[in-house]
């Protein structure tokens, strides 16, 4: 079973998200989806009610997940730690024990535009809009990485 945590700062903007779209997409009987926010500003509760919205108009539902914050153990249990920004890169690897975990942190925008370090937005201050265009970059690369995660078997 092959395992993915996405990652964010609040686990209630982005990486719900992430999650939903990648669950959406895999078998999730061989692919194992998570996510966890660098902070603990809102543990326990449910996503934003923006992301819930936004996911919804795509049939994905959201209501099922509460917000954690990323732990050490992390490292341990997942095989693929995907950031949303750099700012959750770099709070994720402060915590990495040994290159092996830091070699299972992505920027994962990397996935869709290799190489860019480009950078999801946090949506939380904006408006509806920006949920919007997040839903669409994350589509983007969790496609890419659904097709990467059934090539590896
Ligand atoms: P997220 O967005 O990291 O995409 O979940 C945020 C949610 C909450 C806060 C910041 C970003 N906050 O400052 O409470």
Known sequence: MKKVLMVCLGNICRSPLAEGILKSKVDTSKVFVDSAGTAAYHEGELPDSRSIQVARRYHIDLTDQRARKFV?????????????????????????????????VKMIL?????????????????GDQGFE?????????????KVHLENEG
């Open 110 to 126: 990397n996935e869709s535009y290799p190489n860019q370090d480009r950078q999801v937005p946090d949506p939380y201050y904006g």
């Open 72 to 104: 050490v153990e992390d490292f341990d249990k997942f095989d693929f730690i995907y950031a949303m920004d750099q700012s959750n890169y770099y709070n994720i690897e402060l915590l990495a024990r040994d290159e092996e975990d830091t070699a299972k």
């Open 133 to 145: 265009n997040v839903y669409n970059m994350l589509n983007e690369a969790c496609e890419i990485i």
